[in-house]
């Protein structure tokens, strides 16, 4: 093997033309998903504009800027009027994501609709299930119903794509069931499969209105300590009939979206979430650091560990900087 002095890396990091002919990894903006609050006020986040609100009104309009810049799906989120212990509110067929559903889907047709199924925005106690009354933990098995009638419900209004996030066992292949046995068989099941338990939600439980009220989401979150775990549970989301499979966060697991990558044909997805997004903007806020730069190197990275398509609040962003 030719080692230095006749082998030279850096002549094709000579210039900006040479680079570009042999990188590796490229980042299109139509692998890219945008996540939007739907929520019955908008709330504009200066800060955070990835964690503002839209009226049913406005997200029309955000929805339309978007398809028109090239951003080619949206995953939409709901903050409802009101909460119960339940989480009613998240199979509603007037909530406000089944009526922002009708609204996209009939006047923004070409974009792809992605709905995060769960409950915890629609709880009063913020849980991702069903929660009884002096018993620690979230119960699994009645929690799967709930999931699979809120599921049914996004598909009816017009999902292309339910997406899963509760992390109870057994939730795809309800949701699977309840699509097929109402005749949504055309609708895809994307499985946050391998979620841990991350600090770096911070930002998006204060967009979502979604933190716990008590305790914390550890007991059906994965351990950010396992990855063989996380393998398992993609295993298993195949089994019961995922389409796709999520790894999120991304950049703390990029080791898990390289594994998942290589274990199974399923296109991967992963989501580059509210703090990955927050530390950058706060750290570029002040001047530590390049937001664009930080940004692009952040997508590309969990690109190039093996992510098909990645969810992140910088889609918008980046439809304007490629
Ligand atoms: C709902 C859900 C959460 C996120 C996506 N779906 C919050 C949570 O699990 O606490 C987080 C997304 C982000 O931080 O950007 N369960």
């Known amino acids: ?25 490229r980042l299109d903006v139509r692998d890219f998903v945008m996540p939007l609050f739907v929520a019955p006020e908008p709330q504009l986040n200066e800060a955070l504009p990835g964690m503002s609100r839209f009226s049913l009104q406005t997200v029309v309009r955000e929805a339309d800027e978007l398809a028109s810049a090239g951003v080619g799906a949206v995953l939409l989120f709901g903050v409802p009027e009101e909460k119960d ?30 709905t995060d199924v769960c409950l915890c925005e629609y709880t009063s106690h913020g849980h991702c299930g069903v ?10 098995d ?6 699979a009638r809120t599921a049914l419900s996004h598909a ?5 794509a339910v997406c899963p996030s509760d992390m109870m066992d057994g939730r795809v292949g309800a949701v699977r069931t309840a699509l097929d046995d109402a005749g949504h068989d055309e609708i895809a099941v994307v499985s946050y499969a391998a979620k841990y338990a991350s600090a770096f939600y911070g930002p998006f439980r204060e967009a979502a209105d979604s933190a716990p009220a008590f305790g914390d989401r550890r007991g059906y979150q ?23 499979l999520m790894i999120k966060p991304a950049l703390p ?11 199974f044909d399923l296109p991967v997805a992963a989501y580059n979430v509210s ?48």
Do not use: H
């Open 142 to 147: 009645e929690t799967l119903e709930l999931l």
């Open 253 to 263: 697991n990029l080791d898990v979206i390289s594994a998942v990558r290589e274990r």
């Open 1 to 25: 093997m030719a080692t230095f002095p006749r082998t030279r890396l850096r002549r094709l990091r000579r210039t900006g033309a040479l680079r570009e002919l042999v990188r590796e990894t």
């Open 85 to 114: 212990d339940e989480g009613s509110g998240a199979w509603d067929p007037d909530g406000i994501v089944q009526r922002a559903l009708r609204e996209l889907a009939e006047r923004v047709p070409e974009l792809v609709l992605l």
């Open 275 to 322: 703090g990955e997004y927050a530390m950058v903007k706060a750290a570029g806020a002040r001047g530590w650091l390049d937001e664009r730069q930080a940004a692009l190197e952040s997508l590309t990275s969990i690109k190039r560990a093996g992510a098909d398509l990645i969810v992140s609040y910088w889609a918008k962003d980046l439809a304007a900087w490629l």
């Open 131 to 140: 929660v009884a009354p002096d018993e620690p933990g979230v119960r699994n």
């Open 156 to 160: 009816d209004a017009g999902a292309d």
């Open 222 to 244: 994965m351990d950010p300590g396992n990855a063989r775990e996380a393998l398992r549970e993609c295993e298993l989301d195949v089994a019961e009939g995922a389409d796709v």
